[in-house]
């Protein structure tokens, strides 16, 4: 979705969102809401007892999370004997195929 759309869609909300608006909107309890906010992956301001998050931020949020990653995570193939890939970030695996009687097999 575009920055247009997903405003259009959150036209009823306000400018500043609790954790609630926020957790009914991304279709997650409110504790996920506040774990996302604790982990900096959704901003947020302690207005007294609660939080508040822009509904800018939360569009920027939405529209990094909307486009993914280009690779997977990890990746493990059996067509290239001697090739290794590692994804050490994301899982922490190595994994490479070397052949065996004639046929590749994963490592």
Do not use: F
């Not at 306000?14 to 900096?40: F, N």
């Not at 939360?58 to 994804?87: F, H, M, Q």
């Amino acid at each position: 979705m575009t920055k247009k759309e997903y405003r259009k869609a959150l036209s009823s909300y306000p400018e500043a969102l609790t954790a609630s608006e926020v957790a009914e909107i991304l279709r997650v309890c409110t504790k996920t809401v506040y774990k996302l906010i604790k982990l900096g992956e959704i901003p947020a301001v302690k207005i007294g007892r609660e939080n508040r998050i822009s509904k800018s931020v939360l569009i920027s949020y939405l529209r990094n999370k909307d486009k993914g990653s280009p690779n997977p995570k990890c990746v493990c193939s059996e067509n290239s004997a001697g090739a290794v890939w590692t994804s050490g970030m994301s899982c922490g695996s190595v994994c490479g195929a070397v052949e065996v009687g004639g046929k590749e097999k994963s490592a």
